[in-house]
C-alpha cells in the first residue's frame, strides 16, 4: 500500500498519469447499490491488468437535496493511466448490468478525468444545489470523457465525488456484501458480536444504539449491503469485522470516505441560513420548546439578525428529552441541516453554552411590617398586604437545579446522518 500511495503522489505532481473515475445515481429503492457497482468496475479493471491507486472512495454529498435515493453517496476511483475509450466501455458494460434503469428516480452518470476538479465543487456539493449544467461546463473545460443517462443527473455527484480530498478530514467504511440470492431478504447479523466489536474497537463509531437496541451497522434497504463499519483506522476496520458474526460475506472491500467529518455544514448568522444548507447556528432561546403531533419538539432561537426554529424530530428519542429541558435564555449553538423554505433547522446536535437560572415561585410575598403572607391581587398584578396595605411586585423564589448540562448533545446512533461527525470523533484528543 506504501508503494502505491507513493506512486499516487509522483503521478500527481507530474499531473497527467491518474485516471479518476467517478459514478453516482446507480441505485433505486428497489435494489442496487452504487459501492456495489463499483466493486464491480474495480474487479473488471483490475481483471484488464489496471492498477488501482489508493482506496475507493465513498463520498457523500448534500444531505437535503430533494432528490436524493438514501443516503446521497458517490463513488470515485483512481486508476494509473489507461486508454480512456477502453476505461469508458468497461464502465459503461458494468453500468448497462447492474442499474435498474426503470426506477424514475435513477438517473446515473460517471465521468473520467486526467485532472482532479478543484475541491471548492466539491465543497460546493456537499453544502449547497449544484446545476447540471455548472457540471458540464467544468467537465467540458477538463476536456473530460463523461456519460448522462436518462436526465443525466447522476454527472454531478459523480464529478464531486472525484474532486473531495481527504486532506483535512477523513474516515474509512469497511463494507461487507451479501451472497446474490440473500439480496431483498432479512439479514443476519449478530447484535451481540457488534456490542462486542463496539466495544473493543474504540476508533470505530455509529456501530450500535444502546437505548434503542437498534444494530446500525446493517442497512434496511434490500440493497446487496450486508453490513459497513466506520472507523479512523483501517487495520481496526479489518480487525473488528472479524469480530461480527453474521451470514456468508460474499466480498468485502474498504473506502476512503468523508462520512463523520461535518463536511456539510457551515457557519452562518440566523438571517443568512437558506433552504437546503446545513448549518452551525448560535442563539438565545426566546420560545420555549414544545411538542407537537407526532412527537416532534420545536423551539425558537434568536441572535442579533433573526429568528429561527430548530426541531428534534420524532426519531431522533431520547434527544429530545434535552431539548424540552432547554429554557428562555439559554445560549445554544445548533447544528442541522435545512430541508425546505420553512427554514427551520433540523437538530443533529446542540452546543449549550449557557444556562440560564431556572427560578419557581415557592410562595407568596410576606410583608415586612406585619410578617404575614400577602395576598395576590390577581394575575400579573403583584401583591398587598391584607392588614396595611402595603404592596409588593413579586413573590418568592427559589432556584431550580438544571437538568442538563453545557456542552455537547447529539442525536442517537439510530438517527444520526452519514456526514454527522460524532462527539466521539470531535472530543478525539
Ligand atoms: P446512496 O443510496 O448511494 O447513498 P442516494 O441514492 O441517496 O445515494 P443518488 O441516487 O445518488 O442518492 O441521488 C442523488 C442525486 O443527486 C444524484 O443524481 C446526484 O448527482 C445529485 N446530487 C448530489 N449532490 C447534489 C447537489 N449538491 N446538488 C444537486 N444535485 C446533487
Known amino acids: 500500500m506504501i508503494i502505491i500511495l507513493k506512486k499516487h503522489f509522483i ?23 452504487t459501492t456495489y457497482l463499483a466493486c464491480a468496475l474495480i474487479k473488471k479493471l483490475k481483471y484488464e491488468n489496471y492498477r488501482v491507486i489508493g482506496y475507493p472512495r465513498l463520498v457523500r454529498l448534500n444531505p437535503n437535496i430533494p432528490w436524493k435515493t438514501r443516503g446521497n453517496g458517490a463513488v470515485s476511483i483512481r486508476i494509473e ?10 464502465t459503461e458494460k458494468v453500468i448497462d448490468k447492474y442499474v435498474i434503469f426503470e426506477d424514475k428516480q435513477t438517473n446515473p452518470g460517471f465521468v473520467l478525468l486526467q485532472e482532479q476538479p478543484s475541491f471548492n465543487i466539491y465543497k460546493k456539493s456537499v453544502k449547497e444545489i449544484v446545476t447540471l449544467k455548472e457540471i458540464e461546463e467544468l467537465l467540458d473545460s477538463l476536456g473530460a470523457t463523461y456519460k448522462g443517462y436518462k436526465n443525466r443527473r447522476g454527472l454531478i455527484g ?52 444502546y437505548e434503542n437496541n437498534h444494530n446500525r451497522l446493517a442497512p434496511n434497504s434490500p440493497c446487496p449491503i450486508l453490513y ?51 448549518v452551525i447556528t448560535e442563539g438565545v432561546v426566546c420560545k420555549t420548546p414544545y411538542t407537537i403531533k407526532g412527537g416532534h419538539v420545536i423551539f425558537k432561537i434568536k441572535d442579533s439578525t433573526g429568528q429561527t426554529d430548530c426541531v428534534a424530530y420524532e426519531p431522533t428519542k431520547q434527544f429530545r428529552d434535552i431539548i424540552r429541558e432547554l429554557i428562555l435564555g439559554d445560549k445554544v449553538e445548533v447544528y442541522g441541516g435545512i430541508r425546505d423554505k420553512s427554514l427551520t433547522i433540523n437538530l443533529e446536535k446542540i452546543n449549550i453554552k449557557h444556562l440560564e437560572k431556572k427560578v419557581e415561585k415557592i410562595e407568596n410575598p410576606v410583608c415586612p411590617k406585619c410578617g404575614k403572607h400577602m395576598k395576590s391581587k390577581g394575575t400579573g398584578q403583584g401583591y398587598k398586604c391584607k392588614k396595611c396595605g402595603t404592596k409588593s411586585e413579586k413573590p418568592l423564589f427559589k432556584e431550580r437545579e438544571r437538568d442538563i448540562n453545557i456542552g455537547f448533545y447529539e442525536v442517537p446512533v439510530c438517527a444520526r446522518r452519514h456526514l454527522s461527525k460524532p462527539l466521539k470523533r470531535m472530543m478525539k484528543p
Request: charged content about 30%.
Open 81 to 90: 493511466d489507461g486508454n480512456p475509450k477502453k476505461i469508458n466501455r468497461l
Open 228 to 278: 459497513g463499519i466506520r472507523g479512523n483506522n483501517v487495520n481496526d476496520l479489518i480487525q473488528a469485522s472479524s469480530v461480527v458474526k453474521s451470514e456468508k460475506v460474499e466480498s468485502w472491500i474498504i473506502f476512503e470516505t468523508n462520512q463523520g467529518t461535518d463536511d456539510h455544514l457551515q457557519r452562518e448568522n440566523i438571517c443568512e441560513i437558506r433552504p437546503f444548507q446545513s
Open 11 to 33: 503521478y500527481n505532481i507530474i499531473g497527467c498519469e491518474i485516471i479518476w473515475i467517478g459514478i453516482d445515481d446507480t441505485d433505486s429503492v428497489t435494489g442496487g447499490c
Open 158 to 209: 459523480a464529478t464531486a465525488s472525484t474532486a473531495w480530498s481527504p486532506k483535512y478530514d477523513k474516515t474509512y467504511e469497511l463494507i461487507t456484501y451479501r451472497e446474490g440470492n440473500k439480496w431483498g431478504t432479512k439479514r443476519q447479523v449478530d447484535h451481540k458480536s457488534v456490542k462486542k466489536m463496539n466495544e473493543t474497537y474504540r476508533s470505530t463509531f455509529d456501530n450500535y444504539d
